[in-house]
């Protein structure tokens, strides 16, 4: 049956473990699969800005042994004429066999899958979800920890706008034993619906505060995240906030040994790249791991559609 991933709740704790499996697998034996899908398109529909997100999934799909098609601008599709969301996974399920597309409407994937006859993946819509993001850190975490539960989890910068933090939230809240601390101006606190649907609802405790240097020696995970610029509503704003926090060499002296570093990258001022060479720096693994995911996820939708 046709499914698709538009929320990382889309899947099982069991599901993201099987994945997670596929990925190390994919690490440990990529030449195993190099041609599983031979003859087969995925199409990267992206309707914003993007460089990881989209040449994962494209590279994911070339390692795999299939073919590519898509855009990387909305300026360069039919929606430029005024072409729906609806009408256009409706097209591009003539061409290729799986979508994944990125769009700044909230939303704007689900409705893809709700029209598409392929499997649609959401590569990230608005300020709302970014679950592929979320798989790539959960190989992260999992691989540099050896465990996704009994971890205290630092989530730092734009909690309102990141999409790939909500994501995060979403998945780690599944997990025993996790504790998150949230590090954010007041203006960009976690919105309260993730708040009341997923921390709340769930029991987890969680602490907000605006101070890093506090909370540091607490946390096994450091995750930075940039101020959403496009999301503002004016640049005054953007400009007052973007530098609220930028980790330096100096700012970890009270930070665990083995804490580890994350951020979905780009990067603007978030980390110095003094601390790129420190053990602790895990956010370049992070987008090699996300390759393997999305390898992974691909098989495993293409396989339960029955494409493979
Ligand atoms: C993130 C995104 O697009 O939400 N980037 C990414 O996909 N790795 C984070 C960001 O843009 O800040």
């Known amino acids: 049956m046709k499914r698709s991933l538009i929320a990382i709740q889309d899947f099982s704790v069991e599901e993201l473990q099987e994945l997670m499996d596929t990925a190390n697998d994919i690490i ?13 398109k995925i199409a990267t529909l992206f309707f914003e800005p993007s460089t990881r997100t989209r040449l994962s999934f494209e590279a994911a799909m070339l390692e795999l042994g299939g073919a590519v098609i898509g855009f990387s601008e909305a300026q360069s599709s039919s929606a430029a004429k005024g072409e729906s969301v609806a009408d256009t996974a409706k097209v591009i399920s003539c061409y290729a066999d799986i979508i994944a597309m990125r769009h700044p409407k909230e939303g704007a994937p689900l409705v ?5 006859s392929i499997p649609v993946i959401n590569a990230g819509d608005g300020g709302h979800n970014h679950p592929t993001q979320t798989l790539a ?5 999992y691989r540099e920890k050896g465990r996704l539960g009994n971890l205290t989890v630092g989530i730092c910068g734009d909690l309102k706008f990141g999409r790939t933090v909500h994501s995060l939230i979403a998945a780690l809240s599944r997990y025993e034993g996790i504790r998150f601390v949230l590090i954010s101006p007041e203006e960009l606190k976690l919105p309260s619906y993730v708040k009341k649907e997923i921390l709340k609802a769930n029991n987890i405790p969680y602490v907000q505060t605006t101070d890093l240097e506090a909370v540091m020696p607490e946390l096994d995970i450091l995750y930075m995240t940039r101020v959403q610029r496009e999301r503002f509503f004016n640049e005054e704003d953007y400009l007052r906030l973007k530098d609220s926090y930028i980790l330096t060499p100096e700012r970890l002296y009270n930070a665990k040994k083995d804490l580890c570093i994350m951020h979905p990258l780009p990067r603007v001022n978030e980390i110095s790249v003094a601390i790129d060479d420190d ?3 895990c956010y370049f693994k992070q987008v090699l791991y996300g ?4 390898m992974a996820l691909i098989l495993k939708l293409l396989k339960e559609a029955g494409t493979l």
């Open 28 to 40: 440990a034996n990529p030449s195993g699969y190099s041609e599983l899908c031979r003859g087969k």
């Open 112 to 116: 893809a899958a709700m029209n598409a």
């Open 137 to 141: 850190d959960l190989l992260t975490i």
């Open 279 to 281: 053990p602790r720096a």
């Open 291 to 294: 390759k393997y995911m999305r």
